[in-house]
């Protein structure tokens, strides 16, 4: 992000678009989980003074600029990609690479080596095809732990993983087995930095 207003934005369109659109009068689409860029607008102008000179080109550059590419807009819909609480938004089943990555923290680390990586409060867990947006997720809660997901042992034990768009893949759950820490020096070899 650019500036301190699109960061602001951003979390209120977070709020709006990943875990209570009702608390500001938005119906999402149950397919897709995207509704009409007007009504986010006027949504976003309703919450309050601090909001009200929000348009439609304002929303547009926030989701131009995030550096995790939270939303997408498509002709005139917006939509959170990934990271939805509320009701459960469908994505098409795909085929991911062999090698997904995870960010998390040190203490949670034995916890997912024993009981695997699960959503957590989300509907999904969040992959990443690159270490990069799985270094900034994981990286947000204490001392930065890699994890690697062998993606066909997984699809060999049940999971079905499917594709958020930007790198951004989910699954709703991944078994122990199928996750080994990323080492160190293994990072420079990822070509997807």
């Given at each position: ?126 992959l990443s095809a690159g270490t990069h ?61």
């Open positions: 992000m650019n500036s301190q207003w699109e960061t602001s934005l951003s979390k209120l369109l977070t709020k709006m678009l990943r875990h209570t659109p009702e608390d500001f009068g938005l119906i999402l689409d149950p397919m897709d989980g995207s509704c009409p860029l007007e009504k986010v607008v006027t949504a976003v102008q309703a919450a309050g003074p601090k909001w009200s000179w929000v348009q439609r080109e304002h929303i547009e550059q926030v989701a131009a600029h995030s550096d995790k590419q939270r939303f997408e807009i498509t002709e005139d819909r917006i939509r959170a990609r990934y990271g939805h609480s509320h009701d459960k938004v469908r994505y098409p089943a795909a085929t991911p690479p062999v090698r997904l990555y995870h960010g998390t923290n040190l203490m949670a680390l034995s916890a997912i080596m024993r009981e695997g990586i699960r959503p957590m409060g989300r509907q999904y867990v969040h947006f799985a270094s900034m997720a994981g990286s947000r809660r204490g001392e930065l732990v890699l994890l690697a997901v062998d993606t066909v042992r997984a699809q060999h034990a049940g999971v079905t993983f499917y594709f958020a768009g930007n790198e951004v893949w989910l699954a709703g759950f991944i078994p122990p087995e199928c996750c080994s820490v990323f080492e160190t020096q293994e990072k420079g070899n990822d070509s997807n930095e």
